[in-house]
C-alpha cells in the first residue's frame, strides 16, 4: 500500500486532519451515504467532460446513468438497481480521452453499486445528504476560458481522485474488516484515475501544466485544512 500512496501523498499539499478522520470514523453512516454520491458525481463528471469535448452517444450516454441516479434522488430502490444492473454502451473508435474517461464511470458505477451493497447489508437507507463545499470551492478557482478550462477541470479531476485515495486509507486502520478490505481495494483504481486526468491535463495543454497543478494544489489543501460546517468525504476540518 506505501508504494501506491507515494506518488499520491507527494501529489496533494496536505494530509488528511486528524480532526476530519476522529469525526468520519465517529459518523460511518454519513460517510458511507456521501461516498457513494461522491461515486456518481465522479461518473457523472466524467461524462459531461467526454460529451462537451469529445463525440459518445449522448443518449446512452444518460441512459447508462439514469438508473444510479435514479436511487440517489429516491425515485429508485437500491434493491431494483442492484438487481437489474445496467451494461455500459458500446463505444467504438474511442479517442485516448474517451478511452480513459469511460473506464473510469464503469468504475466509479461498480464502486457506487459495492457501496449500496455495504449499505443495504448494514441496513442503511439511502438518505439525501447536502453536497460539500469541497467540488465547488476548487470549481470557483479554474479558469474560464478554453483551453485553460478543460486543463483546470482535468487536473482538478486528479484532485479529487487523489484525496479520495489518500482517505481510504487513512480510514483502513480505523474502521471495520470489510470497510477495511473495501477501501483497500479500491485504491488502485483511484490511483490510476488521478494519473489517467492528469496526462489528459497534460495532453490538451499548449504548455506545461505544472503551476496549475501547483495553483490547485494549494487551493485544495485549503479546502481540506480549512473548518467546515459539514462532514463529508471530501470536507474540511469540522467546524
Known amino acids: 500500500m506505501s508504494a501506491q500512496l507515494e506518488p499520491i501523498l507527494q501529489f496533494l499539499h496536505c494530509p488528511t486532519p486528524e480532526a476530519w478522520l476522529q ?25 459531461r467532460l467526454m460529451r462537451r469535448y469529445d463525440r459518445v452517444p449522448e443518449q446512452a450516454m444518460r441512459d447508462w446513468l439514469a438508473p444510479y441516479e435514479a436511487v440517489s434522488f429516491g425515485r429508485m430502490a437500491p434493491e431494483t438497481l442492484l438487481a437489474n444492473r445496467p451494461a455500459a454502451p458500446v463505444l467504438a473508435d474511442k479517442s485516448e480521452m474517451v478511452e480513459k474517461l469511460f473506464l473510469l464511470v464503469r468504475e466509479e458505477l461498480h464502486h457506487f ?5 455495504i449499505m443495504n447489508a448494514r441496513g442503511i437507507r439511502y438518505d439525501a445528504v447536502t453536497a460539500a463545499r469541497y467540488a465547488n470551492g476548487l470549481l470557483e478557482v479554474a479558469r474560464r476560458e478554453e483551453p485553460g ?25 480505523y ?13 488502485r483504481s483511484e490511483a490510476r484515475h488521478y494519473q489517467d486526468y492528469l496526462a489528459l491535463a497534460q495532453c490538451f495543454s499548449e504548455e506545461p501544466i505544472v503551476g496549475r497543478v501547483e ?7 485549503r479546502l481540506i485544512e480549512s473548518p467546515d460546517p459539514q462532514l463529508r468525504f471530501h470536507s474540511g476540518i469540522p467546524a
Open 23 to 47: 469525526a468520519a470514523i465517529q459518523a460511518p453512516d454519513i460517510l458511507l451515504i456521501d461516498h457513494c454520491n461522491c461515486e456518481l458525481k465522479a461518473a457523472q463528471a466524467a461524462v
Open 113 to 117: 453499486e459495492q457501496v449500496l451493497e
Open 149 to 173: 478550462a478543460l486543463v483546470d477541470r482535468l487536473i482538478i479531476g486528479a484532485y479529487i481522485e487523489a484525496r479520495s485515495c489518500e482517505r481510504f486509507a487513512a480510514l483502513i486502520p
Open 175 to 187: 474502521v471495520d474488516d470489510e470497510l477495511a478490505s473495501f477501501y483497500h481495494s479500491l485504491l
Open 215 to 221: 495553483a490547485l494544489g494549494q487551493a485544495e489543501a
